[in-house]
């Protein structure tokens, strides 16, 4: 199981309004999510709470009834989703809006709260919110208009954790009269935005406040807005199986006039606080009795220390200023998720498993030195442990240890048909130049995984340097089309 970033992703179920007239026409209830603070994430996203903010003022504005809710954990989560499916009336309007990470597993897209504890893959099913559960239990309360969209297709911290499965998120099976939106096609990852505000939130905002128009048309005006704006970059998708028009908002200037004025939403806070990863107080140490009483009485004699002799006697004994790596491996260390590992190794010395992850986590920060130390105890606890052998394997490639290549083919020794291995030898052989056999590795890497963009990548740079330029390069661009980021990825392994 190699380690590899993913796209970051955001989820956003139920909105738009029946403009049949009745109690149901006046029924719209919305669930806006913006999940920003992930513990294994390096840093806070940018983008979830201020799109979740202004998405909520605008379906307010619409007649909707809004439950926010910012930094939510899988308990929270759960509690504000059945709190919107015991609002639901028959005929009602119910939408759900997610911005955060999104993991696709089974074939199915799940939400992830801020406190999910997810190793493998079976963990996204144990701690995700699945949306396809959620329309499925909107439609059973009867919801004649069930609306989800999702800005949740970036790339995410956990896919270093567990590779078989599938980049971005999955297309849903929703059930009649849904529309589903995500801000990127299914399979696909996207770059969040550098100012903090997704262009697909912007344009989506921009088009439900146009009068007359329906949903579909809103939506559809979004995705080509985002697709002029990025220059086909980023393409949202979406699918739609309503029966009747529905509308966001008021349909005309004349609709607004005696509309209600709505409450303002109600919050569901994060039961979890971020770790505070300020760091330390550097203080001075306490001076012994003996340099107290020579601090109080020194004077100008020639008989007594001199003052400035202390002062630099007290200098001498602060410790050295922190760097900012160490002061960095403090924040890390200072993770829930790393403390309670770390924890479980302190009680237990032989807990493998723990060491695995502890070290997956580690690599995830890229602290790949202290990564391997952690590597070398879970292969020593388990030397037939392939997957600790691959990822160590894949460490000392990137630190360039010359041990590497008999870790990878220790792995395959004991798994041959391991796509993982088979891509990490490659990097290994790439990064060594010998770029026949890393072509090899990445072949058959890429027999088992077609989409593995770091095999695409390595044996696209392995073809331009043997010459076959044309391949290469179509490699290159299909890598890229699977990863954006890909190419920064390879300079870290120092692989240009």
Same mark, same amino acid.
């Given at each position: 199981?190699?380690?590899?970033?993913?796209?970051?992703?955001?989820?956003?179920?139920?909105?738009?309004?029946?403009?049949?007239?009745?109690?149901?026409?006046?029924?719209?209830?919305?669930?806006?999510?913006?999940?920003?603070?992930?513990?294994?994430?390096?840093?806070?996203?940018?983008?979830?709470?201020?799109?979740?903010?202004?998405?909520?003022?605008?379906?307010?504005?619409?007649?909707?009834e809004v439950t926010a809710g910012e930094n939510?954990?899988?308990?929270?989560?759960?509690?504000?989703?059945?709190?919107?499916?015991?609002?639901?009336?028959?005929?009602?309007?119910?939408?759900?809006?997610?911005?955060?990470?999104?993991?696709?597993?089974?074939?199915?897209?799940?939400?992830?709260?801020?406190?999910?504890?997810?190793?493998?893959?079976?963990?996204?099913?144990?701690?995700?919110?699945?949306?396809?559960?959620?329309?499925?239990?909107?439609?059973?309360?009867?919801?004649?208009?069930?609306?989800?969209?999702?800005?949740?297709?970036?790339?995410?911290?956990?896919?270093?954790?567990?590779?078989?499965?599938?980049?971005?998120?999955?297309?849903?099976?929703?059930?009649?009269?849904?529309?589903?939106?995500?801000?990127?096609?299914?399979?696909?990852?996207?770059?969040?935005?550098?100012?903090?505000?997704?262009?697909?939130?912007?344009?989506?905002?921009?088009?439900?406040?146009?009068?007359?128009?329906?949903?579909?048309?809103?939506?559809?005006?979004?995705?080509?807005?985002?697709?002029?704006?990025?220059?086909?970059?980023?393409?949202?998708?979406?699918?739609?199986?309503?029966?009747?028009?529905?509308?966001?908002?008021?349909?005309?200037?004349?609709?607004?006039?005696?509309?209600?004025?709505?409450?303002?939403?109600?919050?569901?806070?994060?039961?979890?606080?971020?770790?505070?990863?300020?760091?330390?107080?550097?203080?001075?140490?306490?001076?012994?009795?003996?340099?107290?009483?020579?601090?109080?009485?020194?004077?100008?004699?020639?008989?007594?220390?001199?003052?400035?002799?202390?002062?630099?006697?007290?200098?001498?004994?602060?410790?050295?200023?922190?760097?900012?790596?160490?002061?960095?491996?403090?924040?890390?260390?200072?993770?829930? #998720?790393? /403390?309670?590992?770390?924890?479980?190794?302190?009680? $237990? @010395?032989? !807990?493998?498993? *723990?060491?695995?992850? =502890?070290?997956?986590?580690?690599?995830?920060?890229?602290?790949?030195?202290? #990564?391997? /130390?952690?590597?070398?105890?879970?292969?020593?606890? $388990? @030397?037939? !442990?392939?997957? *600790?052998?691959?990822? =160590?394997?894949?460490?000392?490639?990137?630190?360039?240890?010359?041990?590497?290549?008999?870790?990878?083919?220790?792995?395959?020794?004991?798994?041959?048909?391991?796509?993982?291995?088979?891509?990490?030898?490659?990097?290994?052989?790439?990064?060594?130049?010998?770029?026949?056999?890393?072509?090899?590795?990445?072949?058959?890497?890429?027999?088992?995984?077609?989409?593995?963009?770091?095999?695409?990548y390595g044996r696209g740079l392995a073809r331009?340097?043997?010459?076959?330029?044309?391949?290469?390069?179509?490699?290159?661009?299909?890598?890229?089309?699977?990863?954006?980021?890909?190419?920064?990825?390879?300079?870290?392994?120092?692989?240009?």
């Amino acid at each position: 199981m190699r380690m590899r970033l993913v796209a970051f992703f955001c989820l956003l179920p139920l909105l738009l309004a029946s403009v049949s007239r009745g109690e149901a026409a006046d029924s719209r209830y919305a669930l806006v999510i913006g999940n920003a603070k992930y513990p294994d994430s390096e840093s806070p996203l940018k983008e979830p709470v201020n799109d979740m903010k202004a998405m909520a003022d605008e379906l307010k504005r619409s007649g909707f009834e809004v439950t926010a809710g910012e930094n939510l954990t899988g308990e929270a989560m759960r509690r504000a989703i059945n709190g919107l499916y015991e609002k639901i009336k028959p005929g009602a309007v119910a939408m759900i809006f997610f911005s955060g990470y999104g993991i696709q597993s089974g074939r199915q897209t799940f939400m992830i709260p801020v406190d999910s504890a997810i190793w493998d893959e079976k963990d996204v099913r144990r701690d995700g919110i699945s949306l396809d559960s959620v329309l499925v239990e909107m439609n059973s309360r009867g919801a004649g208009v069930k609306i989800a969209i999702l800005d949740a297709s970036r790339r995410n911290p956990f896919e270093r954790r567990f590779r078989q499965f599938s980049t971005g998120l999955a297309p849903v099976s929703a059930p009649r009269g849904t529309l589903v939106m995500y801000s990127a096609p299914p399979g696909t990852v996207i770059n969040d935005a550098p100012e903090g505000r997704s262009l697909f939130v912007q344009e989506l905002l921009k088009e439900i406040r146009v009068p007359n128009l329906t949903a579909d048309e809103a939506f559809n005006r979004t995705r080509v807005g985002v697709s002029r704006v990025s220059k086909n970059e980023q393409v949202p998708w979406f699918s739609s199986s309503l029966a009747e028009e529905f509308s966001f908002g008021p349909r005309t200037q004349q609709d607004l006039i005696g509309a209600k004025p709505i409450d303002p939403p109600k919050r569901f806070e994060s039961d979890i606080k971020p770790p505070d990863i300020r760091p330390p107080d550097i203080k001075p140490p306490d001076l012994q009795p003996q340099q107290q009483q020579q601090a109080s009485t020194t004077t100008t004699t020639q008989t007594e220390k001199p003052q400035q002799q202390i002062i630099i006697q007290q200098e001498k004994q602060q410790p050295p200023a922190k760097t900012p790596e160490q002061i960095r491996l403090e924040e890390v260390n200072n993770d829930p #998720a790393m /403390k309670e590992l770390s924890n479980l190794i302190a009680a $237990n @010395p032989n !807990d493998q498993a *723990a060491f695995y992850k =502890r070290g997956q986590l580690y690599a995830v920060k890229g602290f790949y030195a202290v #990564a391997l /130390k952690d590597f070398n105890d879970a292969v020593r606890l $388990n @030397p037939r !442990d392939y997957e *600790a052998l691959n990822n =160590r394997c894949w460490v000392k490639m990137i630190i360039g240890d010359q041990t590497a290549l008999k870790d990878c083919n220790d792995a395959l020794t004991f798994r041959p048909n391991f796509a993982d291995a088979l891509d990490s030898r490659g990097l290994v052989n790439l990064k060594n130049g010998q770029n026949a056999n890393a072509i090899a590795d990445f072949d058959a890497a890429l027999r088992l995984n077609p989409k593995l963009a770091s095999s695409l990548y390595g044996r696209g740079l392995a073809r331009q340097r043997t010459g076959a330029g044309p391949a290469g390069d179509r490699d290159l661009a299909a890598a890229r089309a699977i990863d954006q980021n890909i190419a920064s990825d390879f300079a870290i392994f120092g692989i240009r």
